[in-house]
């Protein structure tokens, strides 16, 4: 069992930048291969990044590829989503999600552990 706590949402303005945290108690997030999902009402749950729990290797949805980075702190038990060039198109609730397998996935279904999400808006 693992307790994850995202942080750091909030109201910007297009092109400006924030960093969500995403806080895990329970078990450390070296086991787990991390997720970064975000939703707006009436819209499937999508995956914005992800990192393998071994290797590391990190995916993006080609929506923010080069603008959003995602990382991980193992001694601070927390993965962060370090968001720049925002757009108005990425307002939304962002979710992190923890995974008990090697590799990460896509799929909001493959994850079992889910944050109560933040929300971030930027506005124009």
């Known amino acids: 069992q693992v307790q994850l706590v995202e942080s750091g949402g909030g109201l910007v303005q297009a092109g400006g930048s924030l960093r969500l945290s995403c806080a895990a108690s329970?078990?450390?997030?070296?086991?787990?291969?991390m997720g970064w999902f975000r939703q707006i009402p009436g819209k499937e749950r999508e995956s914005v990044a992800r990192?393998?729990?071994?290797?590391?290797?990190?995916y993006y949805a080609d929506s923010v590829k080069g603008r959003f980075t995602i990382s991980r702190d193992n001694a601070k038990n927390t993965v962060y989503l370090q968001m720049n060039s925002l757009k108005r198109e990425d307002t939304a609730v962002y979710y992190c999600?923890?995974?008990?397998?090697?590799?990460?996935?896509?799929?909001?279904?493959?994850?079992?552990?889910w944050g109560h999400g933040t929300q971030v808006t930027v506005s124009s």
């Open positions: 999600a923890a995974r008990d397998d090697p590799l990460s996935s896509s799929s909001s279904e493959g994850y079992r552990y």
């Open positions: 329970g078990r450390t997030i070296s086991m787990f291969s």
């Open positions: 990192m393998a729990r071994i290797t590391g290797t990190t």
